[in-house]
């Protein structure tokens, strides 16, 4: 193949990538279970200075998928930070913890938390990565038309076998990018349908244990009655 079909080609899937990697990275932010990533774009104001959230703290797991835990690099850091990270992301809960070294220190970091998914959540979060989805597919869409134009008109006087090449690797590339889209969108679409199952079964079980306990409660007092 020519030298320009084959920088057409690479350019056409740097682009189609390019377009997945952002929507892959916009789903994360919409955090279901705790993602360190969804924090990295955190900026903290100190001393006028903006910094990055690696630049003043380390972000590590939590107790569970749920939550995770941020160390301050130093401690007079650490509201700076929380205020950085509500400003990213107002629905974490933020609860300032003590965690006590072997050598008797005492460091203080933050633990976030993130929201239950319940049914206003679920819709909300539904709505969202369908929106983010389809800008995806559109911008897929508008890049296999533009290069595909791009390729026929540099495919003009080229061979047979040249040309079905061509065609070759760049549908290869539209289905990958095209299937990793779809996979993303699954993905994290049963990430949010296994959160919300989780909720309702925490849910159920609030009831089923405040149902118990009333009972308990009516049948102490028919004993009292009856005394």
């Known amino acids: ?14 682009v189609q990538s390019g377009h997945v990697a952002l929507f892959s990275y916009r789903l994360s932010n919409l955090c279901v279970k705790a993602t360190p990533l969804s924090i990295l774009g955190v900026t903290v104001e ?18 569970d998928d749920f939550t995770m835990n941020v160390y301050p690099k130093d401690e007079k850091n650490i509201l700076l930070i929380g205020k ?6 107002i629905e974490f809960r933020q609860d300032m913890e003590t965690m006590k070294l072997e050598n ?31 800008a995806c597919v559109a911008k897929l869409k508008a890049g296999n038309a533009f290069y595909m134009g791009k390729l026929t008109l540099d495919q003009v006087g080229a061979s047979k076998e040249d040309v079905e090449e061509a065609k070759k690797q760049f549908d290869d590339t ?44 009516g049948r102490e007092a028919m004993n009292n009655l009856k005394l």
């Not at 950085?84 to 992301?89: K, S």
């Not at 970091?109 to 983010?132: C, F, G, Q, S």
């Not at 990430?191 to 089923?208: G, H, V």
Request: charged share 40%; glycine share 4%; hydrophobic share 30%.
């Open 84 to 89: 950085g990270i509500a400003e990213e992301h």
């Open 46 to 63: 100190d001393d006028g200075l903006m910094q990055n959230m690696e630049d003043v703290a380390l972000v590590g797991k939590g107790e």
């Open 104 to 134: 008797g220190m005492e460091i203080r970091y933050i633990k976030l938390t993130m929201p239950e998914v319940n049914e206003d959540r679920k819709k909300t979060m539904t709505d969202a990565i369908k929106t983010l989805h389809d």
């Open 174 to 217: 539209t289905e990958t990018y095209n299937k990793a889209c779809e996979d993303i969108l699954a993905e994290k679409t049963k990430e949010i349908e296994d959160a919300f199952q989780a909720y309702l079964e925490k849910k159920q079980k609030k009831e089923e244990e405040k149902a118990e306990t009333d009972a308990a409660v």
């Open 1 to 14: 193949m020519k030298r320009s079909t084959t920088a057409i080609l690479e350019e056409y899937t740097n």
